[in-house]
């Protein structure tokens, strides 16, 4: 028996877009956390890998964009702040959250794609994380 769901993205009036089955594709996703940023960008937490997903708007795979994150061994809420452009992510044994800033203005003010590593890894960013308790 599979314990996998796809998110399942629907247009306005509820036509089905696409379904995300998680990276690779069709690897039995647990998704338990989602939201969306700035540049349209999907995030969705899963709780098979305990990554932080990011696709586009179509359902595209981009990055990982957080692997394990410090002191966040089971992510499992996401909110994003459209002010601060932070990502404040929830764990669920530790009762921890940790804050991420990835967009800055600059990102958010323009319609392109911000630049992903070329191996799909995990985004690479010089802002630490704060650490709430």
């Keep these: 028996m599979s314990w996998s769901s796809p998110v399942v993205v629907t247009e306005r009036g509820g036509r089905h ?11 039995e996703l647990l998704p338990n ?3 969306t940023d700035a540049l349209s960008h999907i995030l969705v ?4 890998t305990k990554t932080v997903q990011m696709i586009n708007k179509d359902g595209q ?7 394990r994150p410090p002191g966040i061994f089971y992510p499992r809420r996401l909110s994003y702040d459209v002010n601060t452009h932070c990502l404040w992510i929830g764990s669920y044994h530790s009762n921890k959250i940790c804050v991420y800033r990835y967009i800055t203005r600059r990102d958010s003010q323009t319609v392109e794609e911000p630049a992903h590593r ?12 704060w650490e709430y308790r």
């Design 17 to 27: 877009r696409f379904s995300y089955t998680g990276h690779p594709p069709k690897s």
């Design 33 to 35: 956390g989602i939201c």
């Design 45 to 48: 937490c899963d709780r098979r």
């Design 61 to 67: 795979f981009l990055s990982n964009l957080l692997i």
């Design 118 to 129: 070329p191996d799909g890894d995990s985004f690479s960013s010089q802002t630490s994380a």
